[in-house]
């Protein structure tokens, strides 16, 4: 009897752990009472031990860079994709596949499509320091850059990506993890394999690429997850579509608690209206999470971690069933906390990191200070400067430049300041069935609509051109003048040459006559603001009198963009 007893006992108090929350493992206050200090940061997010804080960050980058979550929906076997794409145009695959997309696949090696997609590279960790230094998986320079996730499976190795592809970007020369990818093209690729790979048989994939039965099966798997998700295309290269993504794939489920699959919803799925509301908008930075007590650009996650809500939106947008993440999220916590630390941890590019000490002038900085403490910081925090401390004459020209204290808000705020509204109202269509999930109940997430967008601290905000959440603004120069007068059009293209493809006056994207020839051939990164949800309105208010004049002057302006530098 006693036995019984136990073992009975033993059930329970496992299936209690199991569904209790995560209170045992995530030590992180994440509700929606929690107040952050002014002038603190939650940069060591579990307030840990240094030695155990390098240690949960190092394995949290790893997971950044090669995708964790095992039970994902969408694996693609890596060996016959390489077949795939280094095949003859008389392929009996590539045929099929010309036929349905009606063009040619665009590809003729695996890194021509990491190319594409907008992968960064790994840094050379022997030549760069500091936050330019990224672990590299297996402890050697991968062949394959930033983002690439080759899973082992029973079926095989399975081609997916991580994190790393929309939070990684390379800047004139060095990749920066956690800053936003400017020119990625995940959501666009999801796009087309969404309208192309489940009209693939898997006997003609097989006898295309000389796939493994294995393989065949894995993307088999990957074929009928993609029938249970919603698709669209970026209005633009750099901007996600993560919204629709999540909204339209519930869409095609049912209104249980798992979001159970159906087969007619997957062919009659549930009208939504971000099936046409543009919504997009770009992946916020990593390093602004420390300062911050709501997610994402309009605050809606108002409770929670925000990295299960980046899992959960992920795998929704990847087919996967619910209650397996569920499962896995609860036996792979160890792998969230260190993701969770990971991303909390991560720091800002310094403009000394690229361009000489030089390149501003510091009494310059020190009036623009002035402006911005009158104009910015009620809504964007204060900064204080090395060049204020008592010892300032010591420091060497780079230091002195630094910032050593952020001073944000105790709750993050939400304002309304007339910018394109559309990334926030976009929300309302499918908050309410985020909360109804039970995985989302488990996680502590709550999701609320806002009216309006957080206005973020401002830490590197020299290297997160071009601006606004929805990117429709190039340049600083632009976004501290009049709506009328920013600029209607510009290209989003790389930065690879400091010269050519960066302003350093007005911080962003050279504009009009200076925008480099070649940019001008990609009609993906042409930018065109007249579009819904790519507005380039407001942000005017602190800049201009009651009649509408510029309250401040040319030299004035110069004076903040060259504070705005040293953040």
């Keep these: 009897m006693k036995l019984v007893i136990y073992l009975v006992s033993s059930v329970l108090f496992t299936a209690s752990l199991s569904y209790a929350g995560n209170e045992s493992w995530d030590s992180a206050d994440w509700t929606r009472n929690f107040k952050l200090p002014i002038g603190s940061t939650r940069e060591n997010i579990y307030e840990v031990s240094e030695a155990e804080f390098a240690k949960l960050k190092h394995n949290g980058y790893l997971h950044a860079l090669q995708y964790p979550v095992t039970v994902t929906g969408l694996l693609v076997p890596i060996e016959p994709l390489r077949d ?45 320091s500091g936050i330019y230094q990224i672990p590299y998986p297996g402890g050697e320079m991968p062949d394959f850059p930033m983002g690439v996730t080759i899973m082992n499976t029973k079926k095989g190795k399975g081609l997916t990506f991580s994190c790393a592809t929309c939070h990684t970007s390379n800047l004139f020369g060095k990749s920066v993890m956690g800053l936003t ?16 790979v489940p009209l693939i048989p898997s006997k003609i994939f097989q006898v295309g690429t000389r796939a493994t039965e294995e393989e065949r099966l894995q993307f088999r798997r990957t074929k ?11 209005q633009v290269l750099g901007l996600d579509t993560s919204l629709p993504q999540v909204a339209l794939s519930l869409a095609r489920r049912k209104n249980d608690e798992y979001a159970t699959k159906s087969k007619f919803l997957e062919k009659f799925p549930r009208r939504n209206a971000l099936d ?33 809500t980046n899992f959960l939106w992920n795998e929704l947008g990847r087919g996967t069933d619910l209650k397996e993440l569920e499962s896995w999220m609860q036996n792979n916590t160890e792998k969230i906390r260190e993701l969770t630390a990971a991303a909390f941890s991560t720091k800002a590019p310094r403009w000394t990191d690229f361009f000489d000490a030089s390149t501003i002038n510091l009494s310059s900085a020190k009036r623009g200070e002035k402006v911005f403490e009158k104009s910015c910081a009620k809504c964007h925090g204060s900064y204080e400067k090395a060049w204020n401390l008592e010892n300032a004459e010591e420091l060497s020209e780079v230091d002195i430049l630094a910032t050593v204290k952020v001073k944000y808000h105790e709750k993050t705020p939400v304002k309304n300041v007339g910018t394109d509204p559309q990334r926030y109202q976009g929300m309302q269509h499918f908050a309410d069935r985020l909360n109804e999930l039970k995985i989302s109940k488990w996680m502590k997430t709550k999701v609320e609509p806002q009216e309006g967008y957080v206005p973020p601290p401002l830490v590197g905000i020299w290297a997160r051109y071009p601006y606004f959440h929805n990117n429709s603004v190039p340049t600083l120069c632009a976004l501290l003048t009049k709506v009328e007068n920013r600029p209607k059009s510009f290209i989003q293209g790389p930065a690879v040459d400091k010269e050519s493809d960066f302003d350093s006056e007005c911080v962003g994207y050279p504009v009009g006559k200076n925008i480099p020839k070649e940019w001008l051939k990609d009609k993906d990164a042409y930018f065109d603001t007249s579009k819904p949800g790519l507005r380039n309105t407001g942000h005017t208010k602190m800049f201009l009198d ?22």
């Design 546 to 567: 009651k009649n509408g004049n510029e309250i401040y002057s040319v030299a004035e302006k110069k004076d903040l963009i060259n504070f705005l530098k040293t953040l």
């Design 224 to 234: 009928y997850n993609l029938n249970s998700i919603g698709a669209i295309e970026p």
């Design 181 to 196: 990818n400017k020119r990625v093209r995940a959501n666009k690729f999801f796009h087309m394999a969404k309208q192309t």
């Design 84 to 128: 795939f794409l280094e095949a003859d145009e008389k392929n009996p695959l590539r045929r099929l596949v010309a036929k349905i997309a009606k063009k040619r696949v665009g590809f003729s090696s695996v890194q021509e499509m990491y190319d594409w997609i907008g992968l960064n590279p790994y840094n050379d960790n022997e030549e760069v």
């Design 276 to 308: 046409h509301f543009v919504a997009d908008s770009k992946p916020a930075v990593w390093w602004n999470l420390k300062y911050k007590t709501r997610w994402l650009s309009d605050g809606s996650i108002v409770e929670g971690n925000p990295i299960f």
